[in-house]
């Protein structure tokens, strides 16, 4: 069967609007073809489509920091709390700060060297000649 792109189009777009979608994914079960067909229209790659996910992503998580922001319930406050604080406010919240960074100096190369009876395994090429 032939499908019209810009019919696919205005049918995912409807689909959108009125499911509150917010994945691409979703999209396709909503249409009269399958997800071969949704790509093979280059529907993934329209910008309206991608624009009325956004919208959709976008009003959901106002949504939920609104919903948190007026809950009398801690655990949405706090979560809502670490959305608006600085790194050293959320350092102070978080019980436990682990700093991954390097500060601007070099890592250390580390070399392990696994020893097979006298002679030293240092590559995995050595390890290749042992095997073969």
């Known amino acids: 069967m032939a499908y019209n792109t ?11 609007k ?3 979608l917010v994945f691409i994914e979703e999209v396709v079960s909503f249409l009269p073809c399958d997800k071969t067909t949704f790509y093979a229209h ?3 790659e329209s910008n309206e489509i991608k624009r009325a996910l956004d919208k959709n992503r976008i009003d959901g998580k106002a949504s939920a ?6 809950s009398d319930n801690a655990t949405l406050q706090i979560a809502y709390y670490k ?3 600085s790194e050293e406010e959320l350092r102070k919240l978080t ?6 960074s390097t500060g601007g100096e070099k890592l ?5 060297i ?19």
């Open 114 to 132: 696994i020893q097979d009876g006298a002679k030293p395994v240092t590559s995995e090429d050595d390890i290749a000649e042992d095997i073969g």
């Open 6 to 16: 810009a019919e696919l189009e205005k049918k995912a777009l409807a689909a959108i």
């Open 83 to 85: 959305l608006l604080s």
């Open 42 to 44: 280059k529907l993934n």
């Open 108 to 112: 250390n190369r580390i070399e392990i």
């Open 95 to 100: 019980g436990q700060y682990i700093d991954h």
């Open 65 to 70: 920091r609104r919903k948190w922001a007026e």
């Open 18 to 20: 009125s499911n509150k």
